[in-house]
């Protein structure tokens, strides 16, 4: 499901995109296996994630890109803090 | 002892100095930052674990490549220039290259923010970070580590340069030896992340050390350099000027 909301990519150098929901759910997906969690647990908390970001989203018809990932992770930590974790780090890794 | 082997340094110290200087060269976290990546986005897409071991392990020995590559230039450069004989004025400006990049290190080394970000950069960071993402073959694993070594050139140059002025005073066969020796020490670090990536450590955890541990990591490699400026200046400096050597 793809919703109306723009999302302006980071540093604004980057044409902004419609926010889709099978990306988010990609990455928190990766997160999560990443922490060596099995899929059967990653693929349900990636719903709920979207589902928490997309409830989100609807009260803020722009976002960037860095919303998301803060919204994201507030709600991954309550179901994995250590995939949580990783998410967050994903950008101030190098 | 005669004039010529008096110039000579003596192979102890000088393997010490390059052991020193490759422990420094290991401290420094970018190569190992983008193996963590590399893994996360490996297991991240699901590739099985051969896939992943392939690609750590191309990434290891890309880095390897270019420490070696890296480390024989400057050694032909300053063979070329100064033959086997280094002018001290040369070895008081690589103690003060040392000694510069000791206080950079640790007042810059680490950004002021969360996370592991250094120095280097943005935009060879974000080079770095968009093809740790596409990187899905060997051969791209390979150049990725090649990469990572070129991106923190400015804070390994110091170690490669007094190791190289060290390394063109050995003869031929200890020459060889100070390389294969700086390489596997200035590997350490990713050899170990390599391992346990390799059998199945959580890279949460990786990264969580390293987070937590970063102003300490900070701190040897400032250190490190110092205490190398210092040892160098003794052993060459000093050395030669009251005849020691």
């Known amino acids: ?94 | 002892m005669g004039k010529q082997e008096n110039k000579k340094m003596d192979i102890t110290s000088s393997l010490a100095i390059i052991s020193l200087a490759a422990l420094i060269h290991a401290s420094f976290q970018l190569s190992v930052s983008v193996l963590t990546l590399l893994s996360g986005h490996s297991i991240g897409a699901k590739h099985s674990k051969v896939k992943l071991l392939r690609l750590t392990t191309s990434f290891v020995f890309g880095a390897g490549v270019m420490t070696i590559l890296l480390l024989s230039f400057i050694s032909l450069l300053l063979i070329n220039i100064f033959g086997g004989d280094i002018p001290q004025i040369i070895w008081a400006a690589g103690c003060g290259l040392l000694f510069g990049m000791a206080l950079a290190v640790w007042l810059f080394y680490y950004r002021h923010a969360s996370g592991t970000t250094i120095w280097i950069p943005r935009a060879m960071a974000d080079y770095l970070n968009r093809r740790t993402k596409l990187t899905k073959h060997s051969a791209e694993s390979f150049a990725l580590g090649l990469s990572s070594v070129i991106g923190e050139i400015l804070f390994i140059i110091a170690p490669l340069f007094i190791t190289a002025l060290v390394l063109i005073q050995l003869p031929p066969m200890m020459q060889l030896l100070g390389i294969g020796i700086y390489s596997v020490i200035s590997l350490i670090s990713l050899i170990i992340v390599w391992l346990l990536i390799g059998i199945g450590y959580n890279l949460g955890k990786i990264q969580k050390w390293r987070e937590s541990n970063k102003h300490f990591l900070q701190f040897s490699a400032g250190s490190g350099l110092l205490i190398l400026a210092f040892f160098v200046y003794v052993t060459e400096i000093i050395g030669n000027s009251v005849g020691y050597k």
Do not use: N
């Open chain 1, 1 to 94: 499901m793809d919703l109306s909301v723009d999302i302006i990519k980071r540093g604004g150098q980057r044409q902004s995109e419609r926010f889709m929901r099978e990306k988010l759910h990609a990455s928190i997906v990766a997160a999560c296996l990443s922490v060596r969690a099995p899929e059967g647990q990653a693929e349900p908390i990636a719903h709920a994630v979207c589902d928490s970001v997309i409830a989100w989203l609807q009260q803020h018809p722009e976002v960037t890109s860095s919303d998301i990932r803060i919204v994201a992770t507030k709600h991954l930590r309550i179901h994995h803090p250590e995939a949580a974790y990783l998410y967050e780090q994903h950008r101030i890794t190098i």
